[in-house]
């Protein structure tokens, strides 16, 4: 379940917000930091973004390799279809 935050900005003329310092701190977002934007029914929702695997689609043990995103298991099993 969501919970307010109690802030409310308004969206300027290039479509951007503001996250306030308060949240960014509590969040650890830094600027730069990749941020998904997520859509559940009438919600918008922003995540810090974590990389994942492009066939399970886990986010653990995740790494990169020619732009695309594994994650270990993956990459072993991948490894032993070579035998």
Known sequence: MMKPAGVVRKVDQLGRIVL????RKRYQMNEGDPVE???????IILERYRPR?????????????KERYLCSACLTEMKQLRR
């Open 53 to 65: 695997c492009v066939f399970c689609g886990s986010m653990d043990n995740v790494c990169e390799f």
């Open 20 to 23: 306030p310092k308060s949240l």
């Open 37 to 43: 934007i997520l859509v559940q029914g009438d919600h």
